[in-house]
């Protein structure tokens, strides 16, 4: 007689595991679906997507990480590959979408080594070699660039446009955002220092994308505080104050009592001589421009006005910051202090109205530290994503001239990659080797997307492109208008050697992380009495299949 085993039950009732291949396969395809969702965005000729949210409003895009951050990601795994995205986004600026879909690929490859019978931690350990081979690869192929190559800059920038809404002026957004990264750059010990928050992208519904410009100072989404005030200021000589023109409230309740009339006009010309006082020192400091970060007193204006000083308050703490970057001047708190060492000073301060809004501007500063991107466009949505594409190109002018290194694009140098890691895969023995090789495959994911999101046969570019690499053109892209092969550095196709780099370790790191869970838990639903009150549902949606969406 068998004895009956109990089964013993360690987690509570609701939970879901699913452990082994299974797990596996379900991360992984939740990993595909997401590279799978961006992929058709990539390249010159890559597709928009258009993201509706429950209240109807709507982004058009094809920038990698807009799109995932906009889409409701449950899948844990999937939210992993939306990480990638992220930190693409945040240390390099461009690049979202290559690393992402190469992250998938990893994946996909690694799926078809396990089918094999090939132990998930071997594969990970031959995608931790590869991806250390690809970045060595990567810093000897890439070519030098310093602040004087404003070709090759422009090219950078033009390659970061090039698919997106503002394609068809990225000649004019260009050059004006290789400008804006000059003027904010700096020098200090032989060493380029670029802060990015130094560029203000300002945008405005109206006009063309032709309208844009590049203002070396500032645009305040502010209007003058007085109509009498003029419209235009020449050889401005700029006052930042971080203090109220006004008079202050006592800190206290405080009750007055007056006895006599007499009492309270005494009070009234108290504060109008208070507030004189004030206006005659921001006067005599020589100023004929006021910011104020707080606010200005009716009668401040009034004496400001008479005075042809052209003033603007409530100026947020960011933009007085960019100001002082600008113009030079310094931000005062007490006009006690206040001198004429601490103006700056800007060639024109005008009032002008952009489409249905009034703005300043604070142009021709010399040595401006801090410029402002005005972009325009026919719509809101227009708008924005210029907006984005000229973000992508400041991202990828700043970490060309922090690392000082390019490498060709078009898919030039992921073929170049997957040729140099496959002859390194030879010198591997043991399982290792398949998975060193299923990388190089993996990389080869960029340059058949490109073809195929062109509308070319894959099959026949990349054989094409590989001959090419095989005769030692290590410049050799695709051409995705002809379907031929060219030589994507002397074609302008340039890309920061960053942008490779960051998305090379990061979807490999993400891969070998994925295919080392070979278990999924899930808590169980909540609602049970143990539960405490106001605790959210429990349960990991979509656990161990495709992500929900």
């Known amino acids: 007689m068998t004895q009956q085993v109990q089964p013993i039950f360690i987690m509570p009732e609701g939970s879901t595991r699913t452990s082994g291949k299974t797990a596996q396969k379900g991360n992984i395809a939740a990993a595909k679906a997401v590279a799978d969702t961006v992929r058709t965005t990539l390249g010159p000729k890559g597709m928009d997507k258009m993201l509706v949210d429950n209240m ?39 690049g979202t979408t290559t690393a992402v879909v190469i992250a998938g690929e990893l994946l996909a ?38 602040e004087t ?37 700096e020098k200090t ?3 380029i220092v670029i802060d990015k928050e130094d560029i203000k992208i300002e945008k405005k519904v109206g006009g063309s994308v032709e309208d844009s410009e590049l203002v070396e100072g500032i645009i305040l989404d502010k209007e003058k505080v007085h109509p009498e005030m003029p419209d235009t200021v020449k050889d401005a000589k700029v006052v930042l104050i971080d203090a109220a023109v006004e008079i202050k409230s006592t800190e206290t309740d405080a009750k007055i009592q007056i006895t006599d009339p007499a009492q309270m006009q005494g009070f009234i010309e108290m504060e109008e001589k208070i507030i004189r006082e004030k206006v005659d020192k921001i006067i005599a400091s020589g100023a004929n421009v006021v910011f104020c970060q707080k606010g200005i007193d009716d009668l401040a204006q009034h004496f400001l006005a008479k005075k042809g000083i052209f003033a603007v308050r409530r ?7 960019k100001l002082s970057r600008a113009t030079g ?21 005008e009032a002008k109205r952009v489409g249905d809004e009034d703005m300043t501007f604070v142009r021709e500063c010399k040595n401006a530290k801090s ?7 026919g719509t809101e949505h227009v708008a924005d994503e210029i907006k984005r594409a000229v973000e992508d190109s400041i991202g990828d002018l700043t970490v060309s001239l922090l690392t000082g290194k390019v490498v060709a694009g078009a898919g030039a140098t992921e073929t170049e990659l997957a040729l140099q890691i ?30 195929e999101n062109s509308g070319l046969d894959p099959i026949d570019v990349m054989t094409e492109l590989k001959a090419e690499h095989d005769k030692g053109n290590k410049s050799a892209g695709i051409d995705v208008f002809t379907g031929k092969t060219r030589n994507a550095l002397e074609d302008g196709v340039v890309e920061p050697l960053k942008v490779k780099l960051q998305a090379i370790s990061s979807a490999s790191e993400v891969a070998t992380m994925v295919l080392r869970i070979d278990d999924v838990i899930g808590s169980g639903k909540s609602g049970g009495p143990e539960m405490p009150p106001g605790m959210p549902p429990g349960g990991m949606g979509g656990m161990g299949g495709m992500p929900e969406m």
């Open 56 to 94: 109807s409003d709507f982004v058009v895009t094809n920038d990698g990480v807009t799109i995932l951050e906009e889409m409701n990601i449950e899948h844990p795994t999937a939210k992993m590959m939306v990480e990638i995205a992220k930190t693409q986004e945040n240390e390099v600026g461009d």
């Open 109 to 146: 490859k690694a799926e078809d080594l396990i089918d094999q019978e090939i132990h998930p931690t071997v594969v990970a350990k031959g995608y931790r070699l590869a991806a250390e081979k690809a970045i060595q690869v990567l810093n000897e192929i890439s070519e030098n660039v310093d």
């Open 149 to 185: 190559n404003e070709d090759t800059l422009k090219k950078v920038a033009n390659t970061a446009m090039t698919g997106k809404g503002a394609e068809s002026s990225k000649e004019h957004l260009s050059e004006l955002a290789v400008k804006a990264v000059k003027a904010v750059m």
């Open 189 to 191: 010990d032989g060493k």
């Open 315 to 321: 100026v947020s703490q960011s933009d007085m910051e």
């Open 329 to 349: 001047g310094k931000i005062v708190t007490n006009l006690d202090d206040l001198s004429q060492e601490d103006l700056g000073t800007s060639g024109l301060v």
């Open 371 to 377: 410029v402002t991107l005005l972009i325009r466009g």
């Open 422 to 451: 496959k002859k390194y895969a030879q010198s591997l023995s043991g399982r290792e080797q398949l998975a060193v090789n299923a990388f190089a495959d993996a990389v080869e994911v960029i340059p058949r997307t490109l073809a």
